[in-house]
């Protein structure tokens, strides 16, 4: 494949690298757990694409130099668009991310605070008393009966 083939890849591969990241940063707070999957899919199977162009192109250097000025200014203005593209859909992540956590911290002391509540049990004389504190200051018999896990993947 010569220089100038690897350099049309891989501008095809970057625009279809930006335009998935755009649509996953837009995407981001509607996209369903298995539209979710499809982009991690075909993400990683772009990434990947593109590092391996990137790596035969370093090894082509001289090809790489004795290309036209305006091709190789065009794949510099497209690997700076792909860089901010790339950011952005990082940022948006991350707040995303953050966004989760946040919301499984505020469910998990929500849960806690409730299993602190006094929790009145019954004993074998149908008499009315309070449950025994277990480990952590929580009740041992709480009235939803179960522990609480949260699966957190992003």
Known sequence: MTT???????????YDLMSLLE???TGLRTLAPA???QFLSEKSALSMQ???LVVKLRGQGE???AMPEEDRAELRELQAEFQEAARRNMIALQTAKATNERMVQAIV?????????DCTTYNRSAQASKASLGG???????????????????
């Open 63 to 65: 090809e790489l130099r």
């Open 4 to 14: 100038q083939d690897l350099v049309t890849e891989l501008k095809s591969v970057t």
């Open 50 to 52: 593109y590092e391996q």
């Open 136 to 154: 952590y200051g929580r009740t041992m018999n709480k009235s939803s009966g179960g522990a609480y896990s949260v699966n957190e993947t992003l």
């Open 23 to 25: 649509r996953e940063t």
């Open 109 to 117: 002391r929500a849960v806690n605070d409730k299993s602190k509540e």
């Open 35 to 37: 539209e979710y999957e």
